[in-house]
């Protein structure tokens, strides 16, 4: 996409004479002399001219834009719009820059320049899981969630909320009905959630959601994985139903493909697969349904969207269904649901944990 | 090959795991391709014998294993008849197994498998067990209340009463997580599932002599101190631990950095630090003093169990270097004493002997002023020069005469071909006290 929108400003920007004789340069280089060795020459010397150049290009914008920032104070008075719109100007004459050497002498010897994120600066976690860990692998192979990657156990997912909930809630909850295939749904009316989760297995239900309510709003998910599984809490950040959502399509009944995105650590690994026990193992890939759950920053994104492939197959169109959810984890308890005396494997400790804005657990 | 083990630590898994805590690795002793959870799962390990080369380990299937770690080999010892986790397992001194499961019973093994002696202590569940120096067995549990046996013939010494009725007059639920012995053997800490401290004395009275509650989740770990008395440090099933004053009955400290359930926590028998174990796959060594966390280390694996041995390798490294440069004193000391010999003989020298003295009285000055100057010099000298600070504290002080002058004097020699080792200055903020991670740090230098 970059190199065709490069093609797109060329004519713009360039110089009238600047990549011609660039191209006549190279043409003349091979035709005049089909030796190696001064192409090689040239090649190395250019390579230094290079970062030279790059270095040049940074200062010199960078330099310029810095004056502008301390010398104009009245600019800065004004609001700012003008000085934004002066570093956008700079840096798009560096970015044009950049790519006119790299038209020239190709990606390798320019490389494209990669911005600084926070993902990229993560801080160094220990529980990241290789591929091919044999332990980790061990431990999975024989933790709750085995019985349904062995295709044991079919999932049977069991819907249920706060005691004498409110219309939002229960709208929740038929929108998660819709979302997952074979669940149900039943109203809570006081009864206590031990019990809720004792009478579950006995029904034989294998995952059991809670949506938690507040102020007459969804704000939270008890995720129990049931026959003696981990337990897991979610904060609601952000929530639309499918109402909200402009341009929706409609759900259907197919099994749908699930999505787990960017979950790297050990505890990641455990999230990713209670979430993914929730759904038949079987997707029908008629229905071109797919659920997604993406992990950024320890933010969860729930996604549900049915898609097009377009151009081939080589891009996807998505239509947008259900609702759209922002969760986070606070806690992980190793057992069924139980907050006074269980153990808990992972507890979100702000003061202790959110210290650090590069560092994650998922 | 030597492994190098700090401690070791059973997995929910089964594997049991050997720490070094220098180089912050761990490594498995069992094969993990091999092991069931649902039978090899680790439920109680203990040191047979007093080096502390042995480890006995009852897995979930009642079978025990003895890992010898000089030769590295594991063997089974044998299957427990009967049923029930077993909590708690000790070596007495006579090489006997005393064993304490989840159904309430407490048996004596001999090494050969042969059951000597069986108790059931009564119908609830047993979860701790606690061993004092002499043998004594304290056992307690959920609905069973605490109890001390004798060695020998497990019969029962003394039964604690429950606490009174709280205030709703209901009664209190007796369900102890972990039992202790304190350090001389006479009293007995509990920590129960109802977020409680208790303290007991078995030769006053049946009840608790003191009680004190703490946070609001079952107290699952707890350890006795052994370096401060009066000192217990306890973990609760969030990941929360802390040490109390059990005269005062309060929190003294928190150890920060767990952040799941709290399995275990050993304090080692002469430094001041702590290891703790939890499901949250690390193993965490903090230091007692100043509360930091000073290793940490992933273990990939549920971990239920730990053992913390007495010879630590940030700890015994500085012994060993001691020892080296004791040693070349020694020799370097032999060797003076020889040449003062024949200085002795010779009256011209004594002169040249005078002259060293008056030199090193006056380096010694110099020394003393150094130090005056500022302690960061002191400290840097003393990264290379560890136990010669020390010598020189000591020798400044009296006044010597004949003989301990030319030790002096020997010292002295020494101190200036130390001296010709370059200092290091660097910008240091240090504390007076060291903590056993700048030791650590030293001799990683030092090692490079």
């Known amino acids: 996409q970059v190199v065709i929108a490069m093609s797109g400003k060329k004519p713009k920007r360039a110089e009238p004479g600047g990549p011609k004789e660039a191209d006549i340069v190279k043409k003349k280089a091979k035709g005049e002399e089909g030796e190696g060795k001064e192409v090689k020459e040239k090649k190395v010397l250019s390579k230094e001219e290079i970062d030279e150049k790059l270095r040049e290009i940074k200062q010199s914008t960078t330099e310029a834009t810095l004056k502008k920032k301390r010398g104009d104070k009245m600019q800065r008075a004004a609001g700012g719009k003008a000085l934004r719109l002066q570093r956008s100007a700079a840096k798009r004459e560096r970015q044009s820059q950049r790519a006119k050497l790299r038209e020239k002498y190709g990606e390798e010897l320019v490389a494209k320049e990669i911005p600084r994120t926070i993902e990229n600066t993560r801080e160094y976690d220990e529980t990241m899981v290789n591929e091919e860990d044999e332990e980790v692998e061990h431990d999975e192979a024989n933790d709750e969630f085995a019985a349904y990657y062995r295709k044991d156990v079919a999932p049977k997912v069991l819907i249920t909320m706060s005691p004498y909930a409110k219309v939002k809630t229960w709208k929740l909850c038929y929108e998660l009905q819709r979302c997952i295939p074979h669940a149900e749904i039943f109203s809570r009316k006081g009864v206590p959630l031990k019990k809720v989760v004792e009478q579950a297995k006995a029904k034989g239900y294998t995952d059991l959601l809670v949506v938690h309510e507040n102020m007459r709003e969804p704000n939270g998910i008890v995720f129990c994985h049931l026959p003696e599984g981990p337990t897991a809490f979610f904060k609601i950040n952000n929530l639309t139903f499918t109402k909200d959502i402009k341009k929706t399509g409609s759900s259907t009944d197919h099994y749908p493909e699930v999505v787990v995105n960017n979950f790297n650590t050990r505890l990641g690994h455990t999230i990713a697969r209670m979430f993914t026990c929730l759904f038949p193992q079987n997707p029908e890939f008629k229905g071109r349904r797919v659920v997604t759950l993406h992990n950024q920053r320890d933010y969860l994104f729930f996604r549900h969207h049915r898609y097009e492939f377009k151009k081939e197959g080589t891009k996807a169109a998505l239509l947008e269904l259900g609702p759209r959810m922002t969760l986070r984890l606070k806690w992980l308890q190793k057992g069924t649901f139980d907050s006074r005396c269980g153990e808990y494997e992972w507890v979100l400790k702000r003061h202790e944990m959110e210290t650090s804005r590069r560092r994650f657990f998922l | ?448």
């Open chain 2, 1 to 448: 090959v030597v492994l190098i083990m700090d401690c070791f630590v059973g997995a929910a898994t089964g594997a049991i795991k050997s720490i070094s805590l220098r180089d912050s690795s761990f490594s498995n002793i069992t094969t993990v391709r091999e092991l069931d959870p649902k039978k090899d799962e680790i439920t109680s390990m203990a040191f047979s014998g007093d080096d502390q080369t042995e480890i006995l380990v009852a897995q979930l299937d009642r079978s025990l294993r003895l890992y010898d770690s000089v030769t590295g080999a594991i063997s089974t010892l044998f299957s427990l008849e009967g049923e029930g986790r077993i909590r708690g397992l000790h070596v007495t001194k006579g090489q006997e197994i005393v064993t304490a499961s989840d159904e309430g019973t407490v048996e004596l093994w001999e090494r050969s498998g042969e059951k000597r002696a069986s108790v059931r202590v009564g119908d609830g569940e047993l979860l701790a067990m606690g061993v004092n120096g002499e043998g004594s067995i304290a056992v307690s549990g959920k609905k069973l209340l605490l109890r001390t046996l004798d060695p020998a013939t497990l019969k029962e010494n003394w039964k604690s009463k429950n606490v009174r009725n709280d205030w709703l007059d209901l009664e209190v639920p007796i369900w102890d997580m972990q039992a202790k012995y304190s350090n001389d053997g006479k009293y007995i800490v509990t920590s129960t599932g109802t977020h409680e401290i208790r303290y007991y004395d078995p030769r006053a009275q049946k009840k608790p002599v003191k009680r004190m509650e703490w946070l609001e989740e079952p107290i699952t770990a707890l350890s006795v101190s052994q370096t401060s008395d009066w000192t217990v440090i306890a973990g609760n099933t969030k990941g929360e631990m802390a040490q109390f004053d059990l005269r005062k009955m309060l929190p003294n400290a928190k150890f920060k950095g767990q952040a799941g359930s709290v399995r275990c926590i050993q304090s080692h028998s002469s430094a001041p630090l702590i290891a703790s174990c939890g499901i949250d796959r690390f193993v965490r060594v903090h230091d007692v003093n100043t509360r930091k966390l000073m290793h940490k280390v992933y273990c990939k694996a549920r971990l239920n169990t730990l053992l913390l041995r007495d010879e630590l390798t940030i700890l015994s490294k500085m012994k060993e270097e001691d020892k080296e440069d004791w040693a070349l004193m020694d020799s370097r000391k032999e060797e003076e004493l020889i040449d003062e010999k024949e200085i002795k003989i010779e009256p011209e020298d004594e002169e040249d002997v005078w002259d060293a003295i008056e030199k090193e009285e006056e380096e010694e000055k110099e020394v003393v002023e150094v130090k005056d100057e500022g302690e960061e010099d002191e400290e840097e000298e003393e990264e290379e020069v560890q136990p010669m600070t020390k010598r020189r504290k000591i020798t400044q002080k009296p006044k010597a005469k004949g003989k301990e002058r030319k030790r002096k004097e020997s010292e002295a020699e020494k101190e200036e071909d130390i001296q010709e080792i370059p200092v290091k200055r660097k910008k240091v903020v240090t504390n007076k006290r060291k903590g056993a991670e700048e030791i650590a740090k030293e001799n990683k230098k030092r090692r490079k």
